[in-house]
């Protein structure tokens, strides 16, 4: 076995439907008494929920969360906080709603209670970003991570098949770079695995039928393990392209993500083989860069870049600012084969 370290923050996660009925109990759990609210305007109705379940523990709510956290935003929230006297946050969404209160903790250190509704796992990670003069920056700060998070599956019911089958795939994408992460460790290998295990079985099920509980928990459930690796090992070129597609191109994060996935997995085939083994069984396939694009196609999200309008001409910006300053990666990255990787995801025929 390869020598390894093992250091992961602790967190307390409550999973399972009806978990939001303990909101209260986990708050006050904390020693927080004024909570600010956060959402998107568009998961205000949660944000809502909350305050009434909350009732004196909430001191007010910001529910003007976006994408990517803009740095005027996060200034807005921080003073939304500051006048209401704020001892601790919630979270109350997806991605975006998680950034917004991990940039309001990265200043406070206050403690954030996360309740994601979507797959995209920032509440289990230490990473921050904000968006400032249109440059995304991020960082890794152990003052964001969520104290508790509360998954409850029965949220996640109203996420749309288009929504819920890329953001499931953005979960798959960071168990499959987990796998072959240069600080992967054993621990983190076997969620990795379940991860793509319990999202393969259950995306199919979520995006034919949004309001099975049943497969929609699995879903959560794979959720939270992409989560938790991303927050525990490092990330590779996948992530590098995605991060510099959504970044300077303004492509949607979770459709990036699947259209990049199957061919950051095949560019790395040779160099990086247990993990494909591991991949590949839990996909049930033969090949692991296969299986990921029969899963996107049967759940009926994007395959290629050009459907997602990335124009043809950005692919060679894109290469270059890729592999300028490239994270670790199994297979070494230089411009001409990332270009090829780009050109063939922005095709979007099945990896051969
Ligand atoms: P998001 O929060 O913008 O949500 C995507 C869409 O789903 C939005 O339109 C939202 O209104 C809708 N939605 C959310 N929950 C819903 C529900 N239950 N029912 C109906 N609609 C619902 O985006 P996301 O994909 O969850 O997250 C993407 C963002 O998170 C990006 O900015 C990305 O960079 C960030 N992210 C950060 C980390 C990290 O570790 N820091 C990890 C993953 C993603």
Request: glycine fraction near 10%; proline fraction near 6%.
């Amino acid at each position: 076995m390869r020598p390894f370290v093992y250091d992961h923050a602790a967190q307390r996660v409550i999973f399972g439907i009806g978990s939001i009925e303990r909101l209260a109990d986990e708050v006050s759990r904390l020693g927080v008494r004024r909570v600010l609210i956060l959402s998107t305007p568009a998961e205000r109705r949660f944000a809502d929920d909350a305050a009434r379940r909350l009732g004196s523990l909430s001191a007010g709510m910001f529910a003007e969360a976006v994408m990517h956290v803009p740095i005027e935003t996060a200034r807005a929230a921080r003073q939304r906080a500051a006048e209401l006297e704020a001892d601790g946050y919630l979270t109350i969404g997806g991605g975006s709603t998680t950034g917004l209160g991990k940039a309001i903790a990265l200043e406070s250190s206050l403690p954030i209670v996360a309740v994601p509704t979507t797959y995209a796992g920032s509440e289990m990670t230490s990473i921050y970003g904000l968006t400032e003069g249109g440059i995304k920056k991020t960082g890794r700060d152990r003052r964001v991570l969520p104290a508790a998070v509360l998954y409850d599956p029965a949220l996640t019911l109203s996420l749309p098949p288009q929504i819920s089958g890329p953001s499931g795939m953005n979960a798959i994408a960071h168990c499959v770079e987990g796998l072959y992460a240069e600080d992967a460790n054993p621990i983190i290998s076997l969620m990795a695995a379940e991860g793509i295990r319990a999202l393969a079985r259950s995306l199919p099920i979520v995006v034919r039928q949004p309001d099975n509980l049943d497969a929609r928990s699995d879903a959560l459930y794979g959720a939270w393990l992409g989560g938790t690796v991303l927050g525990a090992v490092g990330m590779a070129i996948h992530h590098k392209l995605c991060h510099v597609l959504g970044g300077s191109f303004n492509l949607p994060h979770a459709e990036v993500h699947t259209v990049i996935l199957p061919y950051a997995t095949a560019f790395n085939r040779e160099a990086a083989p247990e993990a494909m083994r591991l991949v590949a069984g839990a996909l049930n396939a033969s090949d692991a860069a296969q299986g990921l694009y029969d899963l996107a196609v049967q759940i009926g999200a994007p395959t290629s870049l050009k459907e997602i309008d990335m124009p043809l001409d950005g692919l060679d910006r894109a290469a270059t600012l890729a592999t300028a300053n490239p994270y670790y990666n199994p297979r070494p990255v230089d411009v001409q084969s990332v270009r090829q990787l780009l050109q063939d995801a922005y095709d979007g025929r099945r990896p051969s």
